[in-house]
């Protein structure tokens, strides 16, 4: 697959939530193994089926706070290894100076 990032992605193991329907259940794990300030690489821990294109809001904890960092995020592309799927997201707000150093 080409790189066609614009800004380079720092490696990072945070467990996060993820969510795909607007405020609807207590979402899935997934860990992100990777982010900058326009994407995040994100192991989904789930057999649920995501497709390109799907729009997935991100609930990340930060240590020492009581408030996550949310975000939202269009789904790339994935690939599907044993129970998980690894996939690309494009966020659809670059993340605040603020997130981007809670996340670093």
């Known amino acids: ?9 720092y490696p990072i193991q945070r467990e996060a939530r993820y969510f795909l329907k607007e405020g609807k259940g207590e979402g899935q ?5 990777n ?7 994100i192991i989904f821990h789930s057999n649920e089926e ?33 129970n998980d799927l690894i996939g690309g997201v494009e966020l659809t ?3 605040s100076d603020v997130k981007f150093s809670k996340l670093g």
């Open 93 to 95: 707000k670059i993340l």
């Open 50 to 82: 995501i497709n390109v294109g799907t729009l997935i809001r991100l609930e990340i904890p930060v240590p020492k706070s009581s408030e996550p960092i949310n975000a939202r995020g269009v789904l790339k592309w994935f690939e599907r290894k044993e």
């Open 29 to 33: 794990e997934c860990t992100i193994i």
């Open 35 to 41: 982010f900058s300030r326009s994407g995040m690489g």
């Open 1 to 9: 697959m080409e790189n066609t990032r614009k800004l380079e992605r």
